[in-house]
């Protein structure tokens, strides 16, 4: 039996880890694109964005994971904080560094016309679950986040498919495949949040970047303690997650909605479809717009209430 303690899963030159951390940032971009586009955004802001994002991700998750390095005094991890390929990348820093940065744009931009704060964080922020999900098979990759020994006579042991088994055989013991489990929440989060909350638009601008703040920081909260290698930071920063989340969630749902003109689009063209199948869009009062919406019919939106 093979212990892939320590080892790094490579295709040809390229290290696994590296090849889910830029398909699962490809993967969260496509996602931003589409409801970007949706929202009337220029593609130039877009990748001006993106450009900012990126990078920063990268440096905001590889610093808060020297930190934590730091913390727990493993100097080793800290003296080669370039060797990224080799793990250690914290999603909350990532997160945390890029959002700040992309604020910063949004709200210091010239640009004659403006991107809505909270439309902004709630097309950005829940797309990273699927970064997210794709970037923990990155950790299988390199055969870590796992969990406590797994039993081979254990329900868990019995359901996973024998490559995982195989793979979480570490230090010389079946582990629990955390990677796996965070993975899969992440997925369902994605699939939720993004594709039936953001796509129907039934919640205010900026609620939906609250449910991904504190949807993660449950699920981060409730695995951080079941890790082999957990850190106080980590738990620290989940917890943080939950509280944020929650306020945002309550300002951007329950405070200042009468700051937008509500109206719904229709998604299909034949007329008894208007009433069940439409997605509802926000458009500030204070833009001056008159605003004139097409849906994919050619229809011009309909006013909802407010």
């Not at 808060?64 to 909350?92: C, D, M, P, Y």
């Not at 989940?238 to 309550?250: E, P, Q, R």
């Not at 003109?261 to 001056?288: A, C």
Request: contains cysteine; charged residues 15%.
């Amino acid at each position: 039996m093979a212990d892939f303690a320590g080892v790094q899963l490579k295709v040809g030159p390229f290290y696994v880890y590296s090849l889910c951390i830029m398909l699962g940032m490809l993967a969260s971009i496509l996602t931003v694109l589409f409801f970007w586009k949706r929202e009337k955004y220029s593609f130039d802001r877009f990748a001006i964005l993106i450009f900012i994002a990126l990078p920063t991700a990268i440096v905001g998750a590889r610093m808060f994971f020297i930190i934590q390095q730091a913390i727990a005094h493993n100097w080793q991890t800290v003296k080669r904080f370039w060797a990224i390929w080799e793990g250690g990348l914290s999603i909350h820093g990532g997160v945390i560094v890029s959002t700040i940065c992309c604020v910063a744009y949004v709200v210091f931009s010239k640009h004659p016309k403006r991107i809505d704060l909270k439309k902004a964080f709630s097309i950005i922020l829940p797309a990273v679950l699927i970064g997210q999900a794709i970037g923990r098979w990155g950790n299988f990759a390199n055969h870590e986040v796992y969990g406590g020994i797994m039993e081979e006579n254990s329900l868990a042991f019995k359901i996973l498919p024998s490559v995982i088994r195989q793979h979480m055989f570490i230090s010389g013991h079946y582990r629990l495949p955390l990677f796996l489990y965070e993975s899969i929440a992440n997925f369902v989060g994605y699939i939720v949040i993004v594709w039936i909350l953001n796509f129907f638009n039934w919640l205010r601008p900026g609620t939906t970047a609250g449910i991904y703040i504190l949807y993660y920081g449950i699920i981060r909260f409730g695995m951080e303690p079941l890790r082999e290698d957990n850190y106080t930071i980590y738990k620290v920063i989940s917890a943080l997650y939950i509280v944020v989340g929650i306020i945002f969630v309550i300002v951007c749902e329950f405070m200042g909605s009468s700051k937008y003109n509500v109206y719904k689009v229709p998604l299909y063209k034949p007329q008894w479809t208007k009433k069940y199948f439409y997605f509802i869009v926000y458009e500030p009062k204070n833009t001056g717009i008159n605003f004139n919406l097409k849906s994919k019919n050619n229809k011009t939106a309909v006013a909802a209430k407010e």
